[in-house]
């Protein structure tokens, strides 16, 4: 058995602004002393870097369409077995015609950095794959034409997005080809048990982890009145639900304000919310933010809420990475009881569960920590021991790397 030097990580966009554990996991692995390679399935814009991650950018690539010609040539020759398998794989995965633009690009981007990876003075080790829908085909494909093992990690709506565009027809392909599959969540682990239930030695638990020294715990502040919310604008986010909550404590008369901070698809419709139950003095939707402004925005809060819930294509959060960072800073946490989350939060240990959806519970929840801001200082102490314990992104990545050094 010899240690992992190079490793190909699979990333379905780098930089990107909403990936942030994707980047601690990058950063982990290479402050492990590990060689890292970025294959960015899509191109960005280092404007899109949060500050923490732009050491990465030097080791990033992107699509080359240029070589694709070339790189199909090359594969004719050396290696027409391999060749035919990838093409299998792509007519497989377009039997859902919803998806055809995707697999088409999988294989699109196999050839075309085909030649580039071919050629690099050292080869890969191993492929990983961030996400278990598009990212995990590449690497099922560059594992193929470049004769190296490969893992996938899961999350949230690779698992659970019952929509059909992400009907996957490679989906038991890639669980059997694959050396090792990854969840950041024993809930996820065991879902995917249901699909492949004779797969479960390589299926691995490996919780996303943070940058603990980045995030100091934060000064306790009794006197805030203040909620805090962050993540994209979606409805698996639940933040129509936490709008309807502040309503039912504002017409209490209770004395607080609550802060989104985000931005997507759902914004036009939060506001609309807010406007209908007259909350424009009392909930904000702060707009985009940068990783590194967290400690800011949560300085003077009294916890994080993260009312998440189910979408109408079965779409859920995994552990919102926002959790973990709320927590490293110090912060209680006012969350759902849903998918993985349970596995973090322990009810009033660290935070408060409530049933996803459920209004009225939210706002008892919310009410309780007004009242009693000396239990959100006791929870945030828990939740801080609780990160520094098991989800720093170094030893976290290690974990990672020493499940993949079994099979090097």
Same mark, same amino acid.
């Given at each position: +058995?010899?240690?992992?030097?190079?490793?190909?990580?699979?990333?379905?966009?780098?930089?990107?602004?909403?990936?942030?554990?994707?980047?601690?996991?990058? $950063?982990?692995?290479?402050?492990?002393?590990?060689?890292?390679?970025?294959?960015?399935?899509?191109?960005?814009? /280092?404007?899109?870097?949060?500050?923490?991650?732009?050491?990465?950018?030097?080791?990033?690539?992107?699509?080359?369409?240029?070589?694709?010609?070339?790189?199909?040539?090359?594969?004719?020759?050396?290696?027409?077995?391999?060749?035919?398998?990838?093409?299998?794989?792509?007519?497989?995965?377009?039997?859902?015609? $919803? &998806?055809?633009?995707?697999?088409?690009? &999988?294989?699109?981007?196999?050839?075309?950095?085909?030649?580039?990876?071919?050629?690099?003075?050292?080869?890969? =080790?191993?492929?990983?794959?961030?996400?278990?829908?598009?990212?995990?085909?590449?690497?099922?494909?560059?594992?193929?034409?470049?004769? /190296?093992?490969?893992?996938?990690?899961?999350?949230?709506?690779?698992?659970?997005?019952?929509?059909?565009?992400? @009907?996957?027809?490679?989906?038991?392909?890639?669980?059997?080809?694959?050396?090792?599959?990854?969840?950041?969540?024993?809930?996820?682990?065991?879902?995917?048990?249901?699909?492949?239930?004779?797969?479960?030695?390589?299926?691995?638990?490996?919780?996303?982890?943070?940058?603990?020294?980045?995030?100091?715990?934060?000064?306790? @502040?009794?006197?805030?009145?203040?909620?805090?919310?962050?993540?994209?604008? @979606?409805?698996?986010?639940?933040?129509?639900?936490?709008?309807?909550?502040?309503?039912?404590?504002?017409?209490?008369?209770?004395?607080? @304000?609550?802060?989104?901070?985000?931005?997507?698809?759902?914004?036009?419709?939060?506001?609309?919310?807010?406007?209908?139950?007259?909350?424009?003095?009392?909930?904000?939707?702060?707009?985009?933010?940068?990783?590194?402004?967290?400690?800011?925005?949560?300085?003077? /809060?009294?916890?994080?809420?993260?009312?998440?819930?189910? =979408?109408?294509?079965?779409?859920?959060?995994?552990?919102?990475?926002?959790?973990?960072?709320?927590?490293?800073?110090?912060?209680?946490?006012?969350?759902?009881?849903?998918?993985?989350?349970?596995?973090?939060?322990?009810?009033?240990?660290?935070?408060?569960?409530?049933?996803?959806?459920?209004?009225?519970?939210?706002?008892?929840?919310?009410?309780?920590? $007004?009242?009693?801001?000396?239990?959100?200082?006791?929870?945030?102490?828990?939740?801080?021991?609780?990160?520094?314990?098991?989800?720093?992104?170094?030893?976290?990545?290690?974990?990672?790397?020493?499940? +993949?050094?079994?099979?090097?």
């Amino acid at each position: +058995m010899t240690d992992i030097k190079q490793l190909l990580y699979i990333s379905p966009q780098f930089p990107a602004v909403s990936l942030v554990f994707e980047q601690n996991e990058m $950063l982990g692995i290479q402050n492990s002393g590990v060689n890292i390679t970025i294959a960015s399935c899509r191109n960005s814009s /280092c404007t899109e870097a949060h500050e923490f991650a732009i050491p990465l950018l030097k080791h990033v690539i992107y699509p080359n369409y240029n070589n694709i010609f070339l790189g199909f040539v090359l594969l004719l020759f050396r290696s027409p077995i391999s060749l035919l398998r990838i093409l299998t794989f792509t007519l497989i995965a377009s039997i859902n015609i $919803l &998806a055809i633009k995707k697999n088409l690009a &999988a294989l699109l981007f196999t050839l075309g950095w085909y030649p580039y990876l071919l050629n690099k003075e050292q080869s890969f =080790d191993w492929i990983h794959a961030d996400f278990g829908k598009g990212t995990a085909t590449v690497a099922l494909m560059l594992s193929e034409v470049l004769k /190296c093992p490969f893992s996938f990690k899961v999350h949230a709506f690779d698992i659970y997005d019952k929509s059909l565009e992400y @009907v996957d027809f490679l989906k038991k392909i890639k669980i059997k080809c694959a050396i090792l599959i990854f969840s950041e969540h024993e809930y996820g682990k065991q879902k995917l048990l249901e699909i492949s239930p004779k797969c479960e030695k390589k299926i691995k638990v490996n919780y996303t982890a943070i940058r603990p020294n980045d995030f100091q715990e934060l000064i306790p @502040v009794l006197t805030s009145k203040k909620f805090i919310a962050l993540g994209r604008l @979606v409805s698996k986010k639940g933040f129509d639900v936490l709008i309807k909550a502040s309503a039912i404590l504002n017409n209490r008369g209770e004395n607080f @304000v609550v802060d989104i901070y985000g931005y997507g698809l759902e914004e036009q419709n939060l506001k609309k919310l807010i406007k209908i139950n007259n909350l424009q003095e009392i909930v904000n939707l702060k707009g985009k933010y940068k990783n590194e402004q967290l400690p800011e925005m949560l300085k003077d /809060c009294i916890a994080l809420v993260a009312p998440s819930v189910i =979408d109408k294509n079965g779409d859920m959060d995994g552990i919102p990475t926002v959790i973990y960072e709320a927590m490293a800073l110090g912060r209680a946490i006012i969350t759902s009881k849903l998918s993985g989350i349970p596995e973090v939060i322990k009810e009033n240990i660290n935070g408060y569960l409530c049933e996803p959806g459920n209004i009225e519970e939210l706002a008892e929840k919310m009410h309780f920590l $007004l009242l009693n801001p000396h239990i959100s200082l006791k929870m945030g102490i828990e939740g801080r021991k609780l990160v520094e314990k098991n989800h720093d992104y170094i030893t976290n990545a290690k974990l990672l790397l020493n499940q +993949m050094n079994n099979y090097v």
